[in-house]
């Protein structure tokens, strides 16, 4: 698609970890293998997946916040990866990000207002002090906290309300993407909804699109418009949210479906544990990296990594699906 906000293609990022005792053994894992998406304008889409398979590192790496090794990254059409300087700077004030934990990425010895300041002014958004003042109000109203929170510090609010903070901060950019890391894994049940609803809002008066990582397929399901489903560093299926959830394609995603049924976010549960152990990114089971854990494996799936077809519409990689 031409129109798409974000694009993705290739994308890889690979670690090399010593291991062993004494730490002797090199091995490297792949954490994002090849991964490609787009982000369609104002649309949520869902990155989702067990820990460990690859979906943070590729939020991280979409920003340059870790620098990917390999693959392309379009926002609007501007190559992410080439760009530096003032380039880079222009592109990270489109392309924001909100951490499960925002307290990490709030100075604790800055006042609220300080720290939603902070970007208004280098950026050069505002040409008086009033007008700075006034996008700090506007933004703490919008996130659903009183002006007063201002003139305090960010270990004097809960965690429902620093992620407000951390949503404000990110808002505070005039952002057209948003990348939501867990945004709302560490926050109780109830909490969640309302931050939840926050986001929504946001998405549909701003036009804001998010690339939405979780391992919540609650969440995932209540939040986004499309979705790729990940497993050990790849992408195994896209589609839209309610294609995945009708009639998943891939093997894993069924699973993950099938062990997740209840879409209201207040009464889900967390992604659940599915038949057999995750194998490790770092020595990842030949062929279909699935096929440990699949109960439709062929002979092949233990030889050849499925190609990703297009199968009405929906991205998949799988023997079943014309993978071979
Ligand atoms: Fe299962 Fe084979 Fe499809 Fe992998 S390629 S998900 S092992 S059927």
């Known amino acids: 698609m031409t129109d798409a906000v974000l694009t993705v293609r290739g994308l890889r990022k690979h670690f090399t970890v010593k291991r062993g005792f004494p730490r002797t053994v090199t091995v490297t894992v792949k954490a994002v293998d090849d991964v490609s998406f787009e982000v369609r304008p104002g649309e949520a889409f869902g990155l989702v997946g067990e820990s460990g398979c690859g979906k943070s590192t590729t939020g991280r790496a979409l920003l340059r916040l870790i620098e990917p090794d390999d693959g392309e990254i379009l926002y609007r059409g501007e190559n992410v990866r080439a760009a530096e300087g003032a380039a880079l700077r222009a592109l990270r004030r489109k392309l924001q990000i909100v951490f499960q934990d925002p307290f990490s990425s709030l100075n604790p010895r800055r006042k609220v ?72 894994s560490a926050l109780d049940v109830s909490i969640q909804a309302q931050v939840l609803e926050l986001l929504r809002g946001l998405q549909a008066r701003r036009g804001l699109a998010f690339v939405f990582i979780a391992h919540d397929l609650g969440v995932v399901r209540y939040f986004c418009q499309r979705l790729a489903v990940m497993y050990l560093g790849r992408i195994v299926e896209v589609g839209t949210v309610d294609e995945l959830f009708a009639e998943p394609l891939h093997p894993y995603t069924r699973m993950l479906r099938d062990a997740s049924p209840i879409p209201d ?32 494996a062929k002979p092949v799936c233990r030889e050849i990594y499925p190609k990703t077809t297009i199968v009405g519409g929906r991205q998949v990689a799988c023997h079943l699906h014309g993978g071979t």
């Open 265 to 296: 976010p207040t009464m889900r549960g967390k992604l659940p544990r599915i038949e057999g152990e995750t194998p490790s990114a770092a020595n990842p089971p030949s062929g279909c990296h699935f096929h440990p854990r699949c109960p439709h």
């Open 113 to 184: 207002g300080q720290a939603l300041a902070e970007p208004i002014e280098v950026h050069g958004l505002a040409r008086s002090r009033a007008e700075v003042d006034g996008r700090v109000a506007a933004l703490l109203a919008e996130v659903g906290l009183p002006a007063a929170a201002a003139d305090r510090y960010p270990h004097e609010f809960s965690g429902g309300q620093r992620q407000r903070i951390g949503i404000a901060r990110a808002l505070s950019l005039e952002p057209e993407l948003i990348v939501a890391d867990e945004p709302v």
